[in-house]
């Protein structure tokens, strides 16, 4: 038998105010260090895509959500320039309990509202690709595969 295909799986965070998208700047991590990034995390063994991204918003930015305000607007298979493949699971929320504040400073340099039609140009180019993808109304896509 073939060893079958595994991916990590990666949640976002689409959170908007207004037409303000949530951006955290990353710090001290060894990734993508300086640039703008969502809210974001890898599932955990046994968790689910929808329990992941409520805890990542808990853990980063300190704001209670209920799986009934969640809805998944992306889907996108990523794969990075060292050949390295995601998929990457992007929720929009209705409401949320709390004001965002940067819960991780360690990894986080603070957290930055931008248009949402106006991704940043130092934004992490995946997500940056979903959020250009999500305002155009497509819920699925492929990244770094051509």
Not at 33 to 56: K, M, T, Y
Not at 95 to 104: D, K, M, S
Request: net charge negative.
């Amino acid at each position: 038998m073939t060893d079958r295909y595994r991916s990590i799986v990666d949640v976002h965070l689409v959170l908007v105010r207004g037409d303000q998208l949530l951006w955290a700047r990353r710090a001290n991590t060894g990734y993508a260090d300086g640039q703008l990034n969502l809210v974001s995390g890898h599932l955990e063994a046994g968790e689910d895509v929808v329990a992941a991204i409520i805890r990542e918003a808990a853990e980063e930015v300190g704001i209670g959500l209920e799986r009934a305000d969640l809805t998944c607007v992306h889907v996108m298979h990523h794969r990075n320039p060292e050949g390295e493949a995601r998929v990457g699971f992007f929720f929009r929320l209705a409401r949320w309990e709390g004001e965002p504040v940067n819960r991780e400073p360690h990894k986080c340099a603070g957290l930055e509202w931008h248009r949402f039609d106006d991704v940043p140009a130092d934004a992490v180019p995946y997500p940056a690709e979903a959020i250009r993808r999500i305002g155009k109304g497509e819920s699925f896509s492929l990244h770094g595969w051509t």
